[in-house]
């Protein structure tokens, strides 16, 4: 097309050639010149009809549409979005803080440590002071294992224990019952506090204990060899204590098994088996109770040992079930 034009030009000035064409001369191609002058001034004239021209309105509202449609489909703009973070970022702060406490908690709890014997264990247990505790059967102690760093050296008994106490006067030793408190410094002693009997017991071998109510503001001392008792139906410990060696004995069976009953009653004896056995001992006459015998019970060996009695001669015994032996006699040997 440009060398169409090009050659009209020409031809208009000086009547050159078509350069498609081998033939010269302006009247040998006059009807084509026309023809094609005609095209090309319509679609000259009809450029701007065929151009583009943006519909600002409309492309406006489209746009809008298509914000509203994203936000219905979540697609949330910045301008959204970012509140939304800083809500994310709280709700993580405070998960975060939550669970800070929650762990807190469980560590202070894990400090707590509880030890508990079935009716088969018995345990020896040094606690974090180097105090030395048997746990009898069927017991539970709770302690702080910072124990050695506390102002006060407390712990929970529920059922029997023996303790050796290391002697610190700065930190007194206290042992909480479901009767009341016991406090010493340094000493060995026994503690029988079990719920199915009315009293908390406590027997001194050396040193001095100290019975208090739960509040600490009554307070008895029991020397050494001294037993002291700390009834569940009083509030206060009682003035009275009772130098008892019959019971005393029974500090030592439970955890050797094994006691030399030397110059004992046979009172001792019924009650050793009461409190660390299935067995009974009955006697025929309630006198026979306050007869003194030297002689070793064995308290895995009940029967052999009872037979001992038997053979000397004065007592007789019988099995009347499984569980329980009679002792028969008329009097206590001279």
Not at 253 to 277: F, M, P
Not at 288 to 297: E, G
Request: glycine letters at 4%.
């Amino acid at each position: 097309m440009e060398k169409k034009i090009q050659f009209l030009i020409q031809q208009w000035k000086d009547g050159a050639v078509d350069p498609e064409s081998e033939h010269s001369g302006a009247g040998s191609h006059a009807p084509i010149l026309d023809k094609e002058l005609e095209t090309i001034w319509q679609k000259s004239g009809n450029y701007k009809s065929n151009s583009f021209e943006p519909d600002v309105e409309a492309n406006w509202k489209k746009f809008q549409s298509k914000i509203q449609e994203d936000q219905a489909a979540g697609n949330t703009p910045v301008r959204r979005l970012i509140p939304r973070i800083w809500l994310m970022a709280a709700s993580f702060a405070a998960l975060l803080l939550m669970a800070w406490w929650v762990f807190s908690a469980d560590f202070k709890v894990s400090n707590i440590s509880s030890l508990v014997t079935n009716q088969r264990q018995i345990k020896k247990i040094e606690l974090p002071d180097h105090s030395v505790v048997w746990l009898n059967k069927n017991s539970e102690l709770s302690f702080d294992a910072n124990l050695h760093h506390s102002k006060s050296r407390n712990v929970k008994l529920r059922g029997e224990a023996y303790f050796e106490v290391q002697a610190n006067p700065q930190k007194p030793f206290r042992i909480e019952t479901p009767h009341g408190l016991i406090e010493v410094l340094g000493t060995s002693f026994n503690v029988r506090a079990l719920k199915t009997e009315p009293q908390t017991e406590v027997q001194v071998i050396s040193g001095r204990v100290a019975l208090m109510d739960k509040s600490g503001s009554q307070r008895i001392e029991i020397p050494a060899n001294f037993i002291g008792f700390f009834p569940a139906n009083q509030k206060q410990p009682p003035k009275s204590l009772s130098n008892n060696h019959q019971i005393f004995a029974s500090t030592e069976v439970w955890r050797t098994r094994k006691i030399d009953l030397s110059g004992r009653t046979l009172a001792e004896a019924q009650e050793i088996l009461r409190r660390y056995s299935d067995y009974r001992l009955e006697f025929s006459d309630p006198q026979l109770a306050s007869c003194i015998f030297t002689w070793t019970f064995e308290l895995d060996k009940p029967e052999a040992s009872l037979r001992l009695l038997a053979r000397t001669g004065y007592f007789h015994l019988d099995k009347t079930s499984a569980t329980v032996f009679r002792l028969e006699g008329k009097a206590c040997p001279k």
